[in-house]
T-cell receptor
Framework: SQTIHQWPATLVQPVGSPLSLECTVE??????LYWYRQAAGRGLQLLFY??????ISSEVPQNLSASRPQDRQFILSSKKLLLSDSGFYLC???????????FGPGTRLTVT | AQKVTQAQTEISVVEKEDVTLDCVYE???????LFWYKQPPSGELVFLIR??????QNEISGRYSWNFQKSTSSFNFTITASQVVDSAVYFC??????????????FGTGTRLLVSP
């Protein structure tokens, strides 16, 4: 069966510090991968998606970047965090477009 | 605009009551998919159902049922005999075809369901 992991689970970082969140998927090959952000009391906003190694598409221009160095690894990064980067970050995968996405446990980021 | 509207921000019921969560969508795509997800307090989104736009049959899974009506652009979710464990935020989502040909999910803002004993 497929599983998706995210770490860390929680993170408190000062403004201006770098960020690296990691997501890995097990039990499937060449998945579509996604990064979402959920602000408090809000819906989910798609940040990045990837259909293959090295292929990253950005939905919303911002202070973040993503990379996919391996087939089942997806990394969300920032060089300098802003207060507005605080939120709940969710990684997801799907077999193909149009199909359901399966989400990881999420990382709760607080920028102070 | 392609979007999902969940007008109910929060619903409170007593255990064993039936409850319906509303979802209205707008899309210009002729083929699309609709989804429901559950987000318990732990935060992880749990997939509940996917419905193809060509399939308007209602679906039942245990205490859960879904009513898809293209005529009203609605995809409502009913929980029968609610239980405390049903307390969560529920999201409705719509697949949207992007300029790149890729499909993404557009989520509603969610409905928080509180089931009290």
């Amino acid at each position: 069966s497929q599983t998706i992991h995210q770490w860390p689970a929680t993170l408190v970082q000062p403004v201006g510090s770098p960020l690296s969140l990691e997501c890995t998927v097990e039990g499937t090959s060449n998945p579509n991968l996604y990064w979402y952000r959920q602000a408090a009391g809000r819906g989910l906003q798609l940040l990045f998606y990837s259909v293959g190694i090295g292929q990253i598409s950005s939905e919303v221009p911002q202070n973040l970047s993503a990379s996919r160095p391996q087939d089942r690894q997806f990394i969300l990064s920032s060089k300098k965090l802003l207060l507005s980067d605080s939120g709940f970050y969710l990684c997801a995968w799907s077999v193909t477009v149009g199909y359901e996405q399966y989400f990881g446990p999420g990382t709760r980021l607080t920028v102070t | 605009a392609q979007k999902v509207t969940q007008a109910q921000t929060e619903i409170s019921v007593v255990e064993k009551e039936d409850v319906t969560l509303d979802c209205v969508y707008e899309t210009r795509d002729t083929t699309y998919y609709l989804f429901w997800y559950k987000q318990p307090p732990s935060g992880e989104l749990v997939f509940l159902i996917r419905r193809n736009s060509f399939d308007e049959q209602n679906e039942i899974s245990g205490r859960y049922s879904w009513n898809f009506q293209k005529s009203t652009s609605s995809f409502n979710f009913t929980i029968t005999a609610s239980q405390v464990v049903d307390s969560a935020v529920y999201f409705c989502a719509l697949s949207v075809v992007m300029n790149t040909g890729f499909q993404k999910l557009v989520f509603g803002t969610g409905t928080r369901l509180l089931v009290s004993p």
